[in-house]
């Protein structure tokens, strides 16, 4: 799965996600060790889905890197 997808994946998880901790928030349920997980699992998501961005980024810079350095050797 290309990184672009897995980033989708993970946004589109971590909005179900969210959704549900809401959920058992105005249910009331905030001490319920369901919720608890929940909390912990949508973390986790979240964590990963910075650490995909991050490594997007970069690759998008060692790209532009790549191109720039392409055209410094095609001048010489």
């Known amino acids: 799965?290309?990184?672009?997808?897995?980033?989708?994946?993970?946004?589109?998880?971590?909005?179900?996600?969210?959704?549900?901790?809401?959920?058992?928030?105005?249910?009331?349920?905030?001490?319920?060790?369901?919720?608890?997980k929940v909390v912990t699992f949508v973390d986790a998501v979240d964590d990963e889905l910075s650490f995909l961005e991050t490594i997007e980024q970069k690759e998008g810079r060692a790209a532009a890197q790549a191109v720039r350095l392409k055209r410094i050797e095609h001048r010489k």
Not at 3 to 26: A, F, H, S
């Open 1 to 36: 799965m290309k990184l672009k997808e897995q980033i989708t994946e993970l946004e589109n998880i971590y909005t179900l996600l969210d959704g549900l901790e809401m959920g058992l928030y105005k249910r009331g349920k905030k001490d319920d060790d369901f919720t608890k």
